[in-house]
């Protein structure tokens, strides 16, 4: 049960992180975010992409280099944006590759940024525990 668990919260987690950013591409690239014209099929095809995108996240609990889990991972995350863009119909250029390699950039810097501040949380309590 635990493996669903965690399952779930990786794809989740890969959902949250695909909606933020599509709507954060909508509002950049359209001129009135009311105008623009989103239909169902697109919005599923993000969220499952992008919770696929999060499974991904598995390979960093394997016991592959950090290196090469983040190339695996940068690849399959590729591959799956662009499923989603063929899917979609969307053109995929430089200003799309650009926006991918930004958007891992930002995403990966957030979530390390969050894993340093859980290290640090979870060390001062070992410190506070082994102070008794």
């Known amino acids: 049960m635990k493996i669903w668990r965690k399952i779930l919260d990786y794809f989740v987690t890969g959902i949250g992180f695909g909606a933020i950013m599509y709507l954060l591409i909508l509002g950049m690239l359209s001129d009135s975010v009311g ?14 992409c992008s919770g696929l995108i999060g499974e991904l996240s598995f390979l960093f609990q394997t016991d592959l280099s ?3 889990a983040l190339g695996l991972h940068l690849v399959g995350t590729f591959i799956l944006f662009s499923i989603m863009m063929i899917l979609n119909h969307w053109i995929i250029n430089w200003q799309t590759l650009m926006i991918f390699i930004l958007s891992y950039i930002v995403i ?12 640090r949380k979870i060390n001062q309590q070992i410190k506070k525990r082994s102070r008794r």
């Not at 105008?35 to 499952?48: A, G």
């Open 35 to 48: 105008d623009v014209d989103v239909p169902l099929k697109s919005v599923l095809i993000v969220f499952i």
């Open 66 to 68: 950090y290196l090469l």
């Open 108 to 119: 990966w810097i957030i979530i390390r940024l969050t894993q340093e501040r859980d290290i």
